[in-house]
């Protein structure tokens, strides 16, 4: 890992002639990305905490079949998203990173393609209603839901206006007030009675707020044109056909468990995948991070050279490779006590499901990253076969492990789980030879073994204290694994220093207030 990825601009003052130097180019870059990735990170922390308390309360009210109903309308609604998407945000952010006169135009016309798209994605979804025979309550939380999506994804221009001008803060604002709304508005919703129902309800309501926020926000750095023509709506339909390809082939992929269980089992067995799904999303948090954070970094360091783009990538690729390893882990070892506090007993069955998605982590953060560094290649189309293989290889998975599931175990949960972690050790492999062989040698590889050991060592010393108790256990698998990874310095002296500066400046700040 290259040690000038994580030089921080608050390592310290140069002073010359008594005369304070201005920072250099590149500590101001790099400063600007650490503040972007703490900005992410700790948007991530409040969300974390309001969806805590949401979890808390809201799928234990509804029960499994109330959640299976929330969680299926989800699904549908984000696979018939697809047709709004065209994968445009990508597209809108590498264009943006390099022509930033443009953003003006590029984010208003990607706003008018996606509200003349609408109509076929409420077409879609009113087909799907009646294709699968769902009740008054389903349907009617289905086309909220539905609302819910379209207002979501009119949104995204503007987040993708965010992320090129590496303003991540905004992104941060965005996340809180939309987290901190839903889970307020939805346990007051729901105490009060209204359920499901209720529960869509406000989510539409949140996030046509967000949408006003965000155009309220971006007018600082871009206004945004919304006149526009048939030859730019047209050109950006165009351009963004390969990054289209690949959302649907992502949205596909991410939701086809879901679809396939609800088609096949009922609603109850749905809930049991959809809580531990809920929880499996939230871990995503660290891929999604970085990759949103480096990904302008990515395609400037292309701009120069093949060579530049591997040095830039080994930084974020190799460290969630790293992380991956101890929060997969703590994931499986934790899901029987974390699932019977979040959801209580009714969700007992969904704990098998979480231990499996926890084994998912590892090659679902590393797909994350590859992605991006295709995306900055603007080689998506290589990246989007990959998504199309998993697409058809994971229904049959699906087929075969669901009905086996179900008939032996009762729960068809754990066959989709099963189906999701064998596909993404396939599309692992792909990825790893089309990208990872540029960016992994020795060192780094030497580096994740050591990981890997002191995470298996931490295992060790989790199971041989369950036992007497879960809490010991637990902190005397944490203190194992951050002795060894100390004794093993895992922690590169970069990384450390940036942890240090950032921790400095938060004294500083606290001894200030």
């Given at each position: 890992?290259?040690?000038?990825?994580?030089?921080?601009?608050?390592?310290?003052?140069?002073?010359?002639?008594?005369?304070?130097?201005?920072?250099?180019?590149?500590?101001?870059?790099?400063?600007?990305?650490?503040?972007?990735?703490?900005?992410?990170?700790?948007?991530?922390?409040?969300?974390?905490?309001?969806?805590?308390?949401?979890?808390?309360?809201?799928?234990?009210?509804?029960?499994?079949?109330?959640?299976?109903?929330?969680?299926?309308?989800?699904?549908?609604?984000?696979?018939?998203?697809?047709?709004?998407?065209?994968?445009?945000?990508?597209?809108?952010?590498r264009e943006l990173v390099v022509n930033r006169a443009a953003a003006p135009t590029l984010v208003g016309t990607a706003i008018v393609l996606r509200l003349l798209l609408a109509p076929l994605f409420a077409a879609s979804i009113i087909g799907y209603a009646r294709f699968s025979h769902s009740g008054q309550e389903a349907r009617t939380v289905l086309y909220l839901l539905a609302a819910f999506t379209l207002l979501t994804l009119l949104a995204e221009p503007m987040q993708a206006g965010f992320q090129a001008i590496e303003r991540m803060q905004y992104l941060a604002y965005s996340d809180i007030v939309s987290k901190s709304a839903q889970s307020l508005t939805g346990i007051g919703l729901v105490i009060l009675g209204f359920r499901t129902r209720g529960i869509a309800t406000s989510l539409?309501?949140?996030?046509?707020?967000?949408?006003?926020?965000?155009?309220?926000?971006?007018?600082?750095?871009?206004?945004?044109?919304?006149?526009?023509?048939?030859?730019?709506?047209?050109?950006?339909?165009?351009?963004?056909?390969?990054?289209?390809?690949?959302?649907?082939?992502?949205?596909?992929?991410?939701?086809?468990?879901?679809?396939?269980?609800?088609?096949?089992?009922?609603?109850?067995?749905?809930?049991?995948?959809?809580?531990?799904?809920?929880?499996?999303?939230?871990?995503?948090?660290?891929?999604?991070?970085?990759?949103?954070?480096?990904?302008?970094?990515?395609?400037?360091?292309?701009?120069?050279?093949?060579?530049?783009?591997?040095?830039?990538?080994?930084?974020?690729?190799?460290?969630?490779?790293?992380?991956?390893?101890?929060?997969?882990?703590?994931?499986?070892?934790?899901?029987?006590?974390?699932?019977?506090?979040?959801?209580?007993?009714?969700?007992?069955?969904?704990?098998?499901?979480?231990?499996?998605?926890?084994?998912?982590?590892?090659?679902?953060?590393?797909?994350?990253?590859?992605?991006?560094?295709?995306?900055?290649?603007?080689?998506?189309?290589?990246?989007?076969?990959?998504?199309?293989?998993?697409?058809?290889?994971?229904?049959?998975?699906?087929?075969?492990?669901?009905?086996?599931?179900?008939?032996?175990?009762?729960?068809?949960?754990?066959?989709?789980?099963?189906?999701?972690?064998?596909?993404?050790?396939?599309?692992?492999?792909?990825?790893?030879?089309?990208?990872?062989?540029?960016?992994?040698?020795?060192?780094?590889?030497?580096?994740?073994?050591?990981?890997?050991?002191?995470?298996?060592?931490?295992?060790?010393?989790?199971?041989?204290?369950?036992?007497?108790?879960?809490?010991?256990?637990?902190?005397?698998?944490?203190?194992?694994?951050?002795?060894?990874?100390?004794?093993?310095?895992?922690?590169?002296?970069?990384?450390?220093?940036?942890?240090?500066?950032?921790?400095?400046?938060?004294?500083?700040?606290?001894?200030?207030?």
């Open positions: 890992m290259t040690d000038t990825a994580w030089v921080d601009d608050a390592g310290g003052l140069a002073l010359a002639e008594a005369q304070p130097q201005p920072p250099s180019p590149a500590a101001s870059v790099e400063g600007r990305l650490g503040r972007n990735i703490l900005s992410l990170a700790g948007g991530q922390l409040i969300t974390w905490t309001m969806t805590l308390v949401w979890t808390l309360i809201v799928p234990r009210t509804l029960g499994p079949a109330g959640w299976g109903i929330v969680v299926s309308a989800l699904s549908v609604s984000g696979v018939a998203g697809i047709v709004l998407g065209l994968g445009t945000r990508n597209y809108l952010v539409v309501v949140v996030a046509a707020a967000v949408i006003a926020l965000n155009a309220f926000w971006l007018r600082r750095f871009v206004r945004i044109a919304l006149r526009t023509s048939t030859r730019k709506l047209v050109h950006m339909a165009k351009q963004s056909l390969a990054y289209w390809a690949f959302g649907v082939f992502s949205m596909l992929y991410l939701w086809i468990d879901t679809i396939m269980l609800s088609l096949m089992t009922r609603a109850e067995v749905v809930g049991w995948y959809g809580a531990p799904t809920r929880l499996f999303q939230t871990l995503m948090f660290l891929p999604v991070l970085l990759s949103t954070a480096w990904l302008p970094r990515l395609v400037a360091a292309f701009e120069e050279s093949a060579e530049k783009l591997w040095r830039t990538a080994r930084t974020p690729l190799e460290l969630v490779l790293v992380l991956s390893m101890p929060i997969a882990a703590g994931t499986a070892i934790v899901a029987g006590p974390l699932i019977h506090l979040l959801y209580g007993s009714a969700y007992r069955n969904a704990v098998p499901v979480m231990v499996v998605l926890g084994l998912c982590i590892p090659p679902m953060y590393l797909n994350i990253m590859l992605a991006s560094v295709l995306i900055a290649q603007k080689r998506q189309v290589v990246w989007t076969w990959v998504m199309a293989g998993a697409t058809v290889v994971n229904p049959p998975f699906n087929l075969l492990l669901i009905p086996m599931t179900q008939h032996r175990y009762g729960n068809g949960a754990v066959g989709a789980a099963v189906s999701l972690l064998v596909t993404e050790l396939l599309v692992v492999l792909a990825g790893f030879t089309m990208v990872g062989r540029n960016i992994f040698g020795r060192t780094e590889a030497r580096r994740c073994l050591l990981c890997a050991l002191a995470t298996a060592l931490m295992c060790g010393a989790f199971y041989a204290m369950r036992p007497v108790s879960v809490g010991l256990a637990l902190v005397l698998g944490v203190a194992i694994f951050v002795l060894s990874a100390v004794k093993f310095r895992i922690a590169t002296p970069a990384e450390m220093a940036f942890v240090t500066a950032r921790l400095s400046r938060l004294r500083v700040r606290s001894g200030r207030a």
